[in-house]
Structures are given as C-alpha cells and as structure tokens.
C-alpha cells in the first residue's frame, strides 16, 4: 500500500549542525496491518511518521500510496491526499479546549465542506463506538485521560482514512489505558484499517494486534520482525 525507497531527511543541510534524521529506509506498508515502528528518543520513528503521512517531505527518495507516486506532488494534493489518506493520533492529544468532544472530532472534515448536520451524526456515530456518547456535549477539559485519547481517535477517524498514524498513543497513559488503547487498535485493524505506531512501550510493540515491529536507531531500520 505505502512503498518507501531509500528515503533520507536531512535537516539543515550543508551547515555545521546538519543531522540525518533518517538515512536511506526502504519499506513497505502492508494494507490493512498493524505495524510498529519501536526505538529510543531521537531514533527517527517521529521523522519517518511524518514522512509517511505527507506532514513533511523527505530530503531525498521515493514514496508510493496505492500505486501513485507522491513524493513530487505540490503542497496542495500533498493537502488533500492528507485529509483523506491519513488519520492522525498525536502523543498529547491535541484538542481544543473550550469546545466539546463532538466538535473537536469534526474539526478535520470541516475543510471537505459537507453540511453540519452530516457531520455531527458522523461525529456521534464515531464516539457511540468508543462508548463516548455520553461525553459528546462535554468540553474536552472535562474528560479523563483516557477519554480524551479516545475522542483523539474518533478525530482521527472522521474523514474515513485508510491509514492510521500514531506517535507515542501510550505516553502519558496508564497501564490499563495502554491496554485498552491497543484493544481499540485490534478493533481498528478488523475495521480493515492500516495502522503504523511510533512507539518504545512494550505493551504496544509486545500486543497480539500487531502484525510487524521494526526497531529503529540512529535514523535506520536495525530489525524486522513480522507475527504469524
């Protein structure tokens, strides 16, 4: 589904202080899989997401989605392949306070220009799935832990992506809400969903919903393994 072959990036290049974030991965996203992308901080898990969800461009190599080479596109197809390809969970949630939870879910589909009202009863629809319905008028500061990180993935799932990213979903969550977190990860996956995670938690590179784990450092892919 995604291809990536010998990507590099490369920030501030040329100067004293140039760093290569990644240096030369070749990888294939498998459709509808659970991969993991583990290692420690600055590894360049983070860089490599970015890259593969069209949140920057790599200095230097090629990338496929479904066939279309993606790598050249202008900034504005860049845009839409974003909103449309890719959802997206980030390690600190990234909701807006002073509006509710439904409101928050909707914010990415506002810029497709479908109706409110459609919206909404696809916004509810996403938090009825993760047992939020009761949430759905609250503001987000109101929410737990672990309520918040589930209104980040009805977020994230809004517009229907093919591609799920996370960076670092168990950061600031307890044991349990790790688990449970990884158990909506399985449901996603049934849901034919391709999930790629950044993450150094056992509890998400050591769970039964994961199909493949790639150990990173230094910008490279050290390891492959891959679940029966």
Same mark, same amino acid.
């Given at each position: 589904?995604? +291809? $990536? @072959? /010998?990507?590099?990036?490369?920030?501030?290049?040329?100067?004293p202080?140039e760093?290569?974030a990644?240096?030369? !991965?070749? &990888?294939?996203?498998?459709? /509808?899989?659970? $991969?993991?992308?583990?290692?420690?901080? =600055?590894?360049?898990?983070?860089?490599?997401?970015?890259v !593969?969800?069209?949140?920057?461009?790599?200095?230097?190599?090629?990338?496929? $989605?479904?066939?279309? +080479?993606?790598?050249?596109?202008? +900034?504005?197809?860049l845009?839409?392949?974003?909103?449309?390809?890719?959802?997206?969970?980030?390690?600190?949630?990234? &909701?807006?306070? =002073?509006?509710?939870?439904?409101?928050?879910? !909707?914010?990415?589909?506002?810029?497709?220009? +479908?109706?409110? @009202?459609?919206?909404?009863?696809?916004?509810?629809?996403?938090?009825? $799935?993760?047992d939020?319905?009761?949430?759905?008028?609250?503001?987000?500061?109101?929410?737990?832990?672990?309520?918040?990180?589930?209104?980040?993935?009805?977020?994230? %799932?809004?517009?229907?992506? @093919?591609?799920?990213?996370?960076?670092?979903?168990?950061?600031?969550?307890?044991t349990? %809400?790790?688990?449970?977190?990884?158990?909506?990860?399985?449901?996603?996956?049934?849901r034919?969903?391709? !999930?790629?995670?950044? @993450?150094?938690?056992?509890?998400?590179?050591?769970?039964?919903?994961?199909?493949?784990?790639?150990?990173?450092?230094?910008?490279?892919?050290?390891?492959r393994?891959?679940?029966?």
């Open positions: 589904m995604i +291809e $990536l @072959s /010998d990507i590099r990036k490369v920030f501030n290049s040329g100067k202080n760093f290569v990644i240096d030369g !991965i070749t &990888l294939s996203v498998e459709r /509808d899989k659970v $991969l993991v992308l583990k290692g420690p901080s =600055g590894s360049g898990k983070t860089t490599l997401l970015s !593969i969800g069209c949140m920057a461009r790599p200095t230097s190599g090629r990338i496929t $989605l479904s066939g279309k +080479e993606i790598t050249s596109l202008p +900034e504005r197809f845009t839409e392949i974003r909103r449309k390809s890719f959802g997206f969970v980030f390690q600190q949630f990234n &909701l807006i306070k =002073g509006i509710t939870a439904m409101e928050n879910v !909707i914010l990415p589909a506002y810029p497709t220009g +479908e109706g409110f @009202s459609v919206l909404k009863k696809r916004a509810l629809s996403l938090l009825e $799935l993760f939020l319905s009761e949430r759905a008028f609250s503001k987000v500061e109101w929410l737990s832990g672990g309520e918040a990180q589930r209104v980040s993935i009805a977020r994230a %799932l809004v517009n229907d992506p @093919s591609v799920i990213i996370a960076d670092e979903p168990t950061a600031h969550l307890d349990k %809400l790790s688990k449970d977190f990884m158990e909506i990860i399985g449901k996603l996956k049934v034919r969903k391709t !999930i790629i995670i950044a @993450s150094h938690d056992p509890i998400v590179y050591e769970s039964a919903a994961v199909d493949r784990v790639l150990e990173m450092r230094d910008g490279r892919i050290l390891s393994a891959t679940r029966q």
